[in-house]
């Protein structure tokens, strides 16, 4: 089950924590990886862990806000069956405290960023027959979160994105689908304690930790596993749906 034999796909963001669980068990499932970060070094970690596994990854410098150079890189890689669109950053702010170049940046990144993925990879997906979208959503995009002002609308952004593109191009046999986490373990957030609360790292990681009901936040291969489920023939009948991955955040959260 899940095989994604003769597969090709990109992974944007895929140098590390979630892009790096999904890109990899992509790979192990057989798929051929592209992963697109802002640099190649960011990469690089993801890409020797594919290719000791026996499988071929690829990897692209590029920020996904530039139109043209996302253009040219889906062009270099030519037809592909999947893309996993999950290059993002954070913010931390409420609507009167997050700055206009702030919000600019999270928009270009979050929002366009995925834009200009959708937008270079449908050609290539038509190439190919169809194929599959995965759009990293969040809980944010539904349900309120405190000083999260500006990723929240990103993420809602996102998320609607997701079922308009899933409305358009299910006649192409194109699915599109997105995954919406609560808090995941990635060094992210290691680095988010590190440097707003160094000296009482591991309590704040447990005060993290149990927002989520089930006590724990996720691993980044969990998010893997249901973007595998989601890229397989598997999944061949869902499309237009978001998948809250969130330990009980948005329903038992009362």
Do not use: W
């Amino acid at each position: 089950m899940f095989s994604l034999q003769n597969k090709r796909a990109v992974v944007t963001g895929g140098g590390s924590g979630i892009g790096k669980a999904i890109a990899t068990i992509l790979a192990k499932q057989g798929a051929e990886v592209h992963v697109i970060e802002l640099g190649t070094e960011q990469a690089e970690t993801t890409l020797s862990e594919i290719e000791a596994a026996g499988s071929k990854a690829f990897s692209y410098a590029c920020d996904v806000s530039d139109h043209n150079a996302v253009n040219e890189i889906f062009k270099q890689v030519g037809p592909i069956n999947i893309l996993v669109n999950n290059a993002g950053i954070a913010h931390i702010g409420k609507a009167d405290t997050t700055e206009e170049a702030d919000f600019d940046r999270v928009m270009r990144v979050n929002v366009k960023g995925v834009y200009n993925c959708l937008y270079a990879a449908i050609p290539q997906l038509r190439l190919s027959g169809g194929g599959v979208i995965i759009n990293m959503a969040s809980i944010a995009s539904l349900v309120g979160l405190p000083d999260r002002f500006v990723y929240s609308a990103a993420k809602g952004a996102v998320k609607a994105m997701t079922m308009s593109v899933a409305k358009d191009y299910i006649g192409e046999n194109i699915r599109c689908n997105s995954i919406s986490p609560a808090r995941v373990h990635t060094p992210f957030v290691d680095g988010f304690l590190q440097k707003n609360y160094p000296d009482n790292i591991p309590e704040m990681f447990e005060k993290l930790s149990k927002t989520q009901p089930i006590g724990r936040m996720a691993k980044p291969e969990e998010i893997g596993a249901l973007a595998l489920y989601l890229c397989s023939d598997e999944a061949s009948f869902i499309t237009g749906c978001d998948y809250p991955i969130d330990g009980g955040f948005t329903t038992l959260n009362n």
